[in-house]
């Protein structure tokens, strides 16, 4: 079946100006991450959807930073006013379920350039 | 918090030549272990995994990975490396415990294997 899709690949915006990014999860997977990746640094995380259970809001870097997820499909997440140290690649993920043992599907990512 | 370092960010090796990667990861609790690979321009895809039992893990494409839990280690090995094996490598770290849902990632080892 496929895999994680995320959309657009690439996105180049200038500052200040708003950026929604996409992730379609695999079917049937209830558990969606997102993450950051900065140029030379490792998988940052960001926010963590369980089914119909609230976020783990926790790794946002800031209130520019919000996430939605309808059920166990797609996920958006946006970026307000963005900065040019918003600049990465950022990742989604999905698994079967919660819990640390769940290996994780990525996708390709989407890199996100402000200038 | 976990924190995972990857001391080597990059490693060059011949072909056929034996390689090492290093991971180490910082709280003794309990944990489950990943290494995942993200070849050139695809999205990251799971190498091998440890949640129990053996310590010597078998993963795809003859790496392999031993956990050290007195050393808070988890090295990733092949005894003999081929061209396609250029890739940069992740090694992940997800607690038993209350955070179990989330992984810490290292920044990443690029692996340069040379004819």
């Known amino acids: 079946g496929a895999g994680v899709s995320q959309s657009p690949s690439n996105k180049v915006t200038e500052k200040g100006k708003d950026v929604e990014l996409r992730c379609d999860p695999i079917?049937?997977?209830?558990?969606l991450y997102w993450y950051r990746q900065r140029l030379g640094q490792g998988l940052e995380f960001l926010i963590y959807f369980q089914g119909n259970s609230a976020p783990d809001k926790s790794g946002l870097p800031s209130d520019r930073f919000s996430a939605e997820r309808t059920g166990e499909s797609v996920s958006t997440l946006t970026i307000q006013r963005t900065q040019q140290e918003d600049s990465a690649v950022y990742l989604c993920?999905?698994?079967?379920?919660?819990?640390?043992?769940?290996?994780?599907?990525f996708g390709p990512g989407t890199r996100l350039t402000v200038l | 918090a976990q924190s995972v370092t990857q001391l080597d960010s990059q490693v060059p090796v011949f072909e056929e030549a034996p390689v090492e990667l290093r991971c180490n990861y910082s709280s003794s609790v309990s944990v489950y272990l990943f290494w995942y690979v993200q070849y050139p321009n695809q999205g990251l895809q799971l190498l091998l995994k440890y949640l129990s039992g053996s310590t010597l893990v078998k993963g795809i494409n003859g790496f392999e990975a031993e956990f050290n839990k007195s050393q808070t280690s988890f090295h990733l090995r092949k005894p003999s490396v081929h061209i396609s094996d250029t890739a940069e490598y992740f090694c992940a770290v997800s607690d038993q415990g209350n955070n179990f849902n989330k992984f810490y990632f290292g920044s990443g080892t690029k692996l340069n294997v040379k004819p």
């Open positions: 993920a999905s698994s079967w379920t919660s819990g640390g043992h769940n290996e994780q599907f």
């Open positions: 079917s049937g997977h209830t558990a």
